[in-house]
């Protein structure tokens, strides 16, 4: 990225884009103290440099950034804002450059052949959204059509096809979360048969239309059923209903929680003990979209530490909370040797304190699942290291779930199969 700005670099129009609304006109504000770069994960390995983007789009010169090779190194994690004085809002005008970058028509490269973001366009276009499998509703636990409470399950149910391989069984985090909700809600939850995406990718990949359409429909569905209160098990949906719905979608009537931050409540208010007994030794992953997007911080913990008298030792790691590593992959835009640095980096941190590493985001254990399963060969005692959701565990602490741990020998024989072929296994059900 060049030093020297000439006059004909500037663009005007670049400019009124980032005046648009105050987070990217924050960039604005930036006195050049470089802690943005300092911080950055990615800028450590000098792939990305946020000083220097944000001093060439103060000046508007958007030829030197609307380059796909630069904006895809951002992680969206957050970091730098943590660290900067001015609390500059770095991640929303990469959010902004990627959707002017789609709108030139350029695009960059994405993990599993782009066939994620396909799923998201799909869905987009479809009527409905893809018909929810029957085994997503476990065996003696009901839901309901109409209601107060719903349980928002997002893409669940089709990564855990796409990524069978990795041994993430994400299924089970939707069934045991509609058997949590029925333990604790007066009423059973609703499970919105028609939702579809939440559109987290899209909006972060720069494919706004793609996301508008995805919220939009989530939106009126939602309102025509009734529904006050929207439960997630997903970092990346929490953020999005709760923060980017209101935002982008009119008429958001309802209130958004995470599951930690209700079961958190349950327990403070002397409303829920956990009954079963597990001996293990966990530590808490912070994902980036709850913990720095959101400051969910404590209710993880609360859950966490309330388990001990059941036998759970909670450790942290060194790096938590606000300064947690992300995983190293960002809406699946990039996966390459600086991605698997990081989870490994982070996996060896879990493993100095734990044998099992929790966490409330399904992406971050699909990237650390990934990154264990390429290396399964390798004789470490990282690779002995056990992955699971938060939800997973709580279920399995209420007596509602055993718990199933991610190890032993890969099922995903049908993972083989041109992942391309998933997205028929979808549209059939149609």
Avoid at 133 to 158: D, H, M, N, R, W
Avoid at 216 to 233: D, F, M, P, Y
Avoid at 386 to 413: P, Q
């Amino acid at each position: 990225m060049a030093d020297i700005i000439k006059s004909s670099d500037l663009d005007l129009n670049f400019i009124k884009e980032l005046s648009k609304n105050e987070e990217t006109k924050s960039i604005l504000s930036c006195f050049e103290c470089g802690m943005c770069t300092a911080s950055c994960p990615v800028g450590e390995q000098f792939l990305l440099n946020p000083h220097q983007i944000t001093r060439l789009a103060s000046f508007g010169v958007s030829n030197q950034i609307l380059d796909e090779k630069i904006l895809r190194y951002c992680l969206t994690c957050r970091t730098c804002q943590e660290y900067c004085p001015q609390d500059v809002d770095f991640i929303e005008f990469i959010r902004l450059a990627r959707t002017l970058l789609i709108k030139r028509g350029i695009k960059y490269e994405e993990t599993h052949d782009g066939i994620l973001t396909l799923i998201s366009e799909i869905q987009a276009n479809l009527p409905n959204g893809f018909k929810l499998p029957s085994e997503v509703i476990p065996e003696g636990y009901q839901t309901l059509k109409e209601g107060k409470t719903a349980y928002f399950l997002g893409c669940l149910p089709i990564l855990d096809v796409v990524f069978d391989a990795y041994q993430v069984n994400l299924l089970e985090i939707a069934q045991n979360g509609i058997k949590i909700l029925n333990k604790v809600l007066e009423q059973p939850p609703v499970v919105i048969e028609n939702a579809k995406c939440c559109g987290h990718d899209a909006l972060w990949k720069g494919h706004f239309d793609t996301f508008k359409k995805l919220a939009e429909h989530n939106v009126n569905e939602i309102n025509r059923l009734g529904i006050e209160t929207i439960v997630t098990t997903c970092a990346e949906c929490y953020r999005t209903l709760k923060v980017d719905y209101p935002k982008y979608v009119e008429n958001v009537k309802f209130n958004v929680i995470h599951l930690s931050e209700l079961i958190a409540e349950k327990i403070k208010n002397d409303e829920l003990m956990f009954s079963e007994q597990y001996d293990v030794e966990l530590t808490y992953h912070d994902p980036c979209r709850l913990g720095r997007h959101m400051k969910v911080y404590s209710p993880p913990r609360v859950i966490l530490n309330s388990m001990e008298e059941n036998g759970v030792i909670f450790t942290e790691m060194e790096k938590t909370r606000e300064y947690s590593t992300c995983c190293g992959v960002s809406c699946f835009i990039n996966c390459n040797d600086l991605s698997k640095a990081l989870q490994m980096d982070r996996l060896v941190e879990a493993k100095n304190v734990a044998d099992l590493l929790i966490t409330t985001c399904p992406k971050c254990q699909i990237h650390y699942s990934c990154m264990m399963h390429e290396k399964k060969e390798q004789p470490s005692d990282v690779m002995k290291l056990e992955i699971s959701d938060l939800t997973n565990l709580i279920a399995k602490m209420m007596g509602l779930s055993e718990f199933k741990h991610e190890e032993g020998e890969n099922k995903g024989v049908k993972k083989q199969i041109e992942e391309k072929k998933y997205v028929n296994l979808y549209l059939y059900d149609q």
